[in-house]
């Protein structure tokens, strides 16, 4: 059974920085894109960045030079940085997986979903 775990998320302040992390286990394709979304009260889901199986990085042009995703294969967890973060950040953060080859922003491409995590950034 496919399963991701994520963590790190907590409340900072606007500026601040933080770290999410997302334990991927019971994986069923050998190749693979892994990604992190968010969704903010009464808004729709939207991608942050994701990372395809072959190795290539996408991120939303609202994170582009603050947010960094990367990867551990070793360690099957997939990562988030999170630098001079704002209010508009605040949203529960999911991570995803499916078989893509590319990296992709769109929900509608994963089909395994963590739970989340809440990042709440104050100004």
């Known amino acids: 059974q496919v399963q991701l775990v994520e963590s790190g998320g907590r409340s900072v302040q606007s500026g601040g920085s933080l770290r999410l992390s997302c334990a991927l286990s019971?994986?069923?394709?050998?190749?693979?894109?892994v990604g992190w979304f968010r969704q903010a009260p009464g808004k729709e889901g939207e991608g942050v960045a994701a990372i395809g199986s072959d190795g290539t990085t996408t991120y939303a042009d609202s994170v582009k030079g603050r947010f960094t995703i990367s990867q551990d294969k070793a360690k099957d967890t997939l990562y988030l940085q999170m630098n001079n973060l704002k209010p508009e950040g605040t949203a529960m953060y999911f991570c995803?997986?499916?078989?893509?080859?590319?990296?992709?922003?769109?929900?509608?491409?994963?089909?395994?979903w963590g739970q989340g995590t809440q990042v709440t950034v104050s100004s």
């Open positions: 995803a997986a499916d078989g893509l080859l590319t990296p992709t922003l769109s929900v509608s491409d994963f089909g395994y």
């Open positions: 019971g994986y069923i394709y050998s190749s693979y894109s």
